[in-house]
């Protein structure tokens, strides 16, 4: 088989779990032919992050004293677990090259005293650029052909919008696959720099935070692999949080519409992109535990199995969300949702939930508590008094969301929920659902998160999913 691994940041973040998931990759690389993708080290795209923070603060002394972590970090890792003195050597002497680089950015960024999208881009890329090197190494160490490839080197060409670039995909499938089917005739193993790419100007472009899981997906669409699994610290997509539902269940199959709605909630948040570039080829994705490799993890797939059509597949919950009961100022006229919205995105703010009742006499909304302020203030100052009458705003509410295809058309989901939540006295204060029936979300406090979540898993029996 052909198969892309992606590796998240606390897989690659010490010396026994590099040395654990090389071995692996080398196991399996004696039957199938394996391309890597990596994320940075735990913690060093936040670190890069910062640096550009205090740029901006004309911060030089902070800014170095950040790099300096980065460095030491990455010295350290390739001295504890590279054991072949050679390679360590050379690896160094690379790594060294990069932290040149990123001192002589930082110094210019310094000197210029303001960070563009561009050269943000270029800057936070360096974390996965570092990594790929210490991996490739690794995997050198075990007497196997490895090289490090960047998203750029690799051949994916993006658009130019910086931070949330999309790939050029037909220039990106033939460098990519020119460029791995290549090496994989030479035995060698690719291990590949993911959230980053570059665009058609060579400029360094990344795909938005945790991008690395859509450049495995990008990846594995191009070369036309088998699987792609997503390899780091949770077993899988479960049923609940297990932090509050101690029976919750993992999940064996999901299909990619009901991946796509559980990406934003979880302990394994997935880039809200992956699964894009799956789609058309139908290429199944592994959720798996890059350490204990003998569990399967949760497959997705563009049709799972009958046995695991539930109606329900999982309740999840994200708390910290604000909640705005925005009051029409003129009903019935047209046009009021949209200049709502228009004034929210101006301020880039991102709405999670929306309903609006049929008398339209309000609109309202669900964003993150860190955004609130931000929500209220630019509401206010745009529209109150004009198309808004009164805004009422909730803070600490919590958004459950109940997710599985096997809703849609099946009577008594609603009544379920609300009869199981109303036996433990939680108050409900907003009910959204699509059409699609994929997803039931409601608001309650923070507060009630627990009680909910448990009552919901317990009354669709998700202990016995499966
Ligand atoms: N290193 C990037 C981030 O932390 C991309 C990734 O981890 O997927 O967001
Ligand atoms: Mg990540």
């Not at 490895?146 to 050029?168: Q, R």
Request: proline letters at 2%; glycine letters at 6%.
């Amino acid at each position: 088989m052909k198969l892309v691994l992606k590796y998240g940041g606390t897989s690659i973040s010490n010396t026994k779990n590099i040395q654990l998931i090389c071995k692996h990759v080398s196991e399996l690389s004696k039957k199938h032919q394996i391309a890597i993708v990596c994320s940075a080290t735990s913690g060093t795209t936040d670190d890069l992050i910062e640096i550009s923070e205090s740029i901006k603060k004309e911060n030089k002394s902070k800014a170095e004293q950040l790099a300096s972590k980065i460095i030491n970090r990455h010295n350290q890792l390739a001295k504890q677990t590279i054991k072949k003195s050679d390679i360590q050597k050379k690896l160094l002497v690379k790594l060294n090259e990069d932290f040149t680089e990123l001192l002589a950015l930082i110094d210019g960024l310094v000197l210029l005293g303001e960070v563009t999208s561009r050269s943000m881009d270029y800057l936070i890329s360096f974390g996965e650029r570092l990594s790929i090197k210490l991996i490739a190494a690794a995997i050198n160490d075990l007497s196997k052909k490895s090289i490090s490839l960047t998203g750029k080197e690799v051949g994916i060409v993006t658009d130019s919008n910086f931070g949330e670039s999309k790939p050029l995909i037909d220039t990106t499938r033939l460098r990519v696959s020119k460029c791995i089917d290549n090496l994989f005739s030479k035995k060698v193993i690719p291990v590949i720099g993911g959230f980053a790419g570059a665009d058609q100007h060579g400029h360094t472009t990344t795909f938005g935070r945790g991008g690395s899981d859509y450049s495995a997906t990008i990846i594995g669409s191009c070369i036309k692999a088998d699987e792609i699994w997503l390899m780091s610290d949770v077993d899988g997509l479960m049923t609940a949080d297990p932090k509050i539902v101690k029976n919750a269940k993992l999940l064996k199959e999901v299909s990619y519409v009901e991946a796509i709605e559980m990406a934003l909630f979880g302990a394994k948040q997935i880039h809200p992109r992956t699964f894009e570039p799956l789609l058309t080829k139908k290429i199944p994705m592994k959720i798996r535990s890059s350490l204990m490799t003998n569990n399967e993890g949760t497959l997705v797939s563009a049709s799972p199995s009958a046995s695991v059509k539930n109606t329900v597949k999982c309740v999840s919950n994200i708390r910290n969300n604000g909640l705005i009961d925005i009051q029409n100022g003129q009903i019935g006229t047209p046009g009021t949702a949209s200049k709502i919205f228009a004034t929210l995105a101006k301020a880039e703010i991102n709405v999670m939930m929306i309903s609006q009742n049929p008398s339209e006499s309000s609109i309202t909304i669900v964003v993150k508590n860190t955004d609130l302020d931000k929500a209220v203030s630019i509401l206010e100052m745009d529209l109150l008094g004009k198309i808004i009458k009164k805004l009422e705003v909730t803070t600490g509410v919590s958004i459950i969301a109940l997710i599985g295809s096997g809703m849609r058309g099946t009577i008594g989901v609603a009544s379920k929920v609300f009869t199981a939540i109303e036996k433990n006295k939680v108050n409900v204060s907003m009910i959204t659902q699509g059409s699609s029936e994929l997803n039931l979300a409601l608001v309650v406090k923070n507060s009630d998160t627990n009680t909910a979540v448990r009552a919901i898993h317990d009354a669709f029996t998700l202990d016995k999913i499966n």
